[in-house]
């Protein structure tokens, strides 16, 4: 209890759990008035976009405050830190590619075939249908959010594990969750298997994802067959058209930094291009704390990178065969070597070793100490780290680099006056079209567009404000809410 005090008075926990939270109300906002559209922004809206960009900002201003010094006294600059790890979005596709290609090459080895599969929510978590070529409004819509429809996916996912290992089924893979245009999350994944569990595994997956039947068939009993397949699709993945990583690298690429992707478009969409919505997919993720990739049954990635870390060769056994062979990017060969698709975490034959500090509420916790396996105990983070700000020498040089407050001061006045004359276009849009119902849908959009493009400039204005003050970064986002809630959208939105 006492642990659970210190929380409740600690400002920092209240900051982040309240924006968790709100960040996420108001997105769900947005997108029941249809903010969230391939006509206007699509899978976030423009004001979730502007969020990322800002905190984004502020986050990079702080990292070049910073860095971290050993207990010896080295210190290296926080950013090449921060470039040499996982949050750098092309190591992160890296190793990713990594895993799945290793992935296919162990179950080439072992005779196995890969599945791709999509999996979808039912209707009525659905903002909009297509009809067409054409988004319209789906009179199905419940006002189910993003969060809803992942729940119920994850639970369809969760049902299915319990069945399948009930049949010992075997399978082991990558799942991917993306948004629709929508901003409703849908499920990618592919799956390796023995062909002969191939048929139990696709029509038990497939009887999960067919459990809400309401919008399956039509009233006389006939078969929605597009619906269906909208819901669930499998395919088995030919190896000559280049297996599974090829299937899943226009998926990683999309949902991590674009890359390679110059020319493509959504396949709903041809107006977005995929280079081009990188940024709202990692808004989307962000504001509703989506895991978008996750790996089903393979040896522990936590064991693999530390694996990485150690530079010495060890006694010539089975831990210094893995080693070797995370070293050298083989994820394959350290699946051999970790025992493959069929073993639990537990029972890997190398192990992290854990040891116990206190956090700033003084709760003990465990931190990654290093590994032990093959009778070999290997310490990987000997070296204690903490997080300092720079030397005054090396901040008066960044300094130097940054604009002045004459500039700072004539770029919140410009804004200001973009504000007041977008304000002003908004209204003339508003008072000229009074008269028109329903709307066009070209001056629909345009309203729309204009009015996204002033809650950008706004949230940016409060932004620059907050930055003259002590307020909470919440402001921010407080602010748009209020300017968005006139939208005519808000007032029929479903209260939850």
């Given at each position: 209890?006492?642990y659970?005090?210190?929380?409740?008075?600690?400002?920092d926990?209240?900051?982040?759990?309240?924006?968790?939270?709100?960040?996420?109300?108001?997105?769900?906002?947005?997108?029941?008035?249809?903010?969230?559209?391939?006509?206007?922004?699509?899978?976030?809206?423009?004001?979730?976009?502007?969020?990322?960009?800002?905190?984004?900002?502020?986050?990079?201003?702080?990292?070049?405050?910073?860095?971290i010094?050993?207990?010896?006294?080295?210190?290296?600059?926080?950013?090449?830190?921060?470039?040499?790890?996982?949050?750098?979005p092309?190591?992160?596709?890296?190793?990713?590619m990594?895993?799945?290609?290793?992935?296919?090459?162990?179950?080439?080895?072992?005779?196995?075939?890969?599945?791709?599969?999509?999996?979808?929510?039912?209707?009525?978590?659905?903002r909009?249908?297509?009809?067409?070529?054409y988004?319209?409004?789906?009179p199905?819509?419940?006002?189910?959010?993003?969060?809803?429809?992942?729940?119920?996916?994850?639970?369809?996912?969760?049902?299915?594990?319990?069945w399948?290992?009930?049949?010992?089924?075997?399978?082991?893979?990558?799942?991917?969750?993306?948004?629709?245009?929508?901003?409703?999350?849908h499920?990618?994944?592919?799956?390796?298997?023995?062909l002969?569990?191939?048929?139990?595994?696709?029509?038990?997956?497939?009887?999960?994802?067919?459990?809400?039947?309401?919008?399956?068939?039509?009233?006389?009993?006939?078969?929605?067959?597009?619906?269906?397949?909208?819901?669930?699709?499998?395919?088995?993945?030919?190896?000559?058209?280049?297996?599974?990583?090829?299937?899943?690298?226009?998926?990683?690429?999309?949902?991590?930094?674009?890359?390679?992707?110059e020319?493509?478009?959504?396949?709903?969409?041809?107006?977005?291009?995929?280079?081009?919505?990188?940024?709202n997919?990692?808004?989307?993720?962000?504001?509703?704390?989506?895991?978008?990739?996750?790996?089903?049954?393979?040896?522990?990635?936590?064991?693999w990178?530390?694996?990485?870390r150690?530079?010495?060769?060890?006694?010539?056994?089975?831990?210094?065969?893995?080693?070797?062979?995370?070293?050298?990017?083989?994820?394959?060969?350290?699946?051999?070597?970790?025992?493959?698709?069929?073993?639990?975490?537990?029972?890997?034959?190398?192990?992290?070793?854990?040891?116990?500090?206190?956090n700033?509420?003084?709760?003990?916790i465990?931190?990654?100490?290093g590994?032990?396996?093959?009778?070999?105990?290997?310490?990987?983070?000997?070296?204690?780290?903490?997080?300092?700000?720079?030397?005054?020498?090396?901040?008066?040089?960044?300094?130097?680099?940054?604009?002045?407050l004459?500039?700072?001061?004539?770029?919140?006045?410009?804004r200001?006056?973009?504000?007041?004359?977008l304000?002003?276009?908004?209204?003339?849009?508003?008072?000229?079209?009074?008269?028109?119902?329903?709307?066009?849908?070209?001056?629909?959009?345009?309203?729309?567009?204009?009015?996204?493009?002033?809650?950008?400039?706004?949230?940016?204005?409060?932004?620059?404000?907050?930055?003259?003050?002590?307020?909470?970064?919440?402001?921010?986002?407080?602010?748009?809410?209020?300017?968005?809630?006139?939208?005519?959208?808000?007032l029929?939105?479903?209260?939850?």
């Amino acid at each position: 209890m006492e642990y659970f005090a210190l929380r409740l008075m600690d400002d920092d926990f209240w900051r982040r759990a309240i924006g968790r939270i709100s960040v996420a109300v108001f997105e769900n906002a947005r997108r029941a008035a249809g903010m969230v559209s391939p006509h206007s922004s699509p899978y976030a809206s423009i004001s979730a976009c502007e969020w990322l960009t800002i905190r984004q900002d502020r986050q990079r201003e702080w990292i070049e405050l910073m860095a971290i010094e050993s207990e010896s006294g080295d210190t290296v600059d926080l950013q090449t830190v921060i470039d040499s790890s996982q949050s750098n979005p092309a190591n992160r596709r890296h190793e990713l590619m990594t895993r799945i290609a290793g992935c296919q090459e162990y179950s080439e080895s072992n005779n196995h075939i890969a599945v791709f599969i999509t999996m979808t929510a039912p209707s009525r978590f659905h903002r909009l249908k297509k009809h067409g070529k054409y988004w319209i409004e789906n009179p199905n819509f419940d006002g189910g959010t993003p969060k809803d429809a992942h729940i119920w996916l994850s639970k369809g996912w969760e049902l299915f594990r319990a069945w399948a290992d009930y049949r010992a089924l075997t399978y082991y893979g990558m799942r991917v969750v993306e948004p629709h245009q929508d901003g409703t999350p849908h499920w990618h994944g592919v799956f390796f298997m023995p062909l002969e569990q191939a048929k139990a595994f696709v029509g038990g997956l497939q009887d999960y994802q067919y459990r809400e039947k309401a919008d399956l068939y039509f009233d006389d009993g006939t078969a929605k067959t597009k619906a269906m397949k909208a819901r669930f699709d499998a395919k088995f993945i030919d190896r000559d058209s280049g297996g599974a990583v090829a299937y899943l690298a226009k998926y990683i690429s999309k949902n991590v930094d674009g890359h390679a992707l110059e020319g493509l478009t959504d396949t709903d969409n041809k107006r977005a291009k995929l280079q081009d919505t990188v940024k709202n997919v990692t808004a989307w993720s962000r504001t509703f704390c989506f895991r978008q990739f996750q790996f089903q049954r393979t040896p522990p990635v936590t064991i693999w990178r530390e694996l990485r870390r150690i530079d010495e060769e060890q006694e010539f056994c089975l831990f210094e065969k893995a080693r070797r062979a995370a070293d050298n990017g083989f994820f394959s060969v350290y699946m051999d070597y970790m025992g493959g698709h069929r073993l639990s975490a537990s029972m890997r034959p190398i192990k992290l070793i854990k040891k116990e500090r206190e956090n700033k509420y003084g709760e003990v916790i465990t931190a990654t100490d290093g590994l032990e396996g093959s009778g070999l105990v290997v310490f990987t983070r000997e070296t204690e780290w903490k997080l300092v700000k720079k030397d005054s020498d090396l901040l008066e040089s960044s300094e130097g680099s940054g604009s002045d407050l004459p500039c700072e001061a004539e770029s919140l006045h410009k804004r200001a006056l973009s504000n007041s004359i977008l304000a002003g276009e908004i209204s003339k849009l508003a008072l000229d079209n009074a008269d028109n119902r329903p709307l066009p849908l070209a001056t629909k959009n345009a309203i729309l567009a204009t009015t996204q493009i002033g809650i950008s400039n706004l949230m940016r204005l409060i932004n620059d404000l907050e930055n003259r003050t002590d307020s909470a970064p919440l402001f921010a986002m407080g602010g748009s809410l209020q300017t968005e809630r006139r939208s005519p959208g808000l007032l029929s939105f479903y209260r939850r």
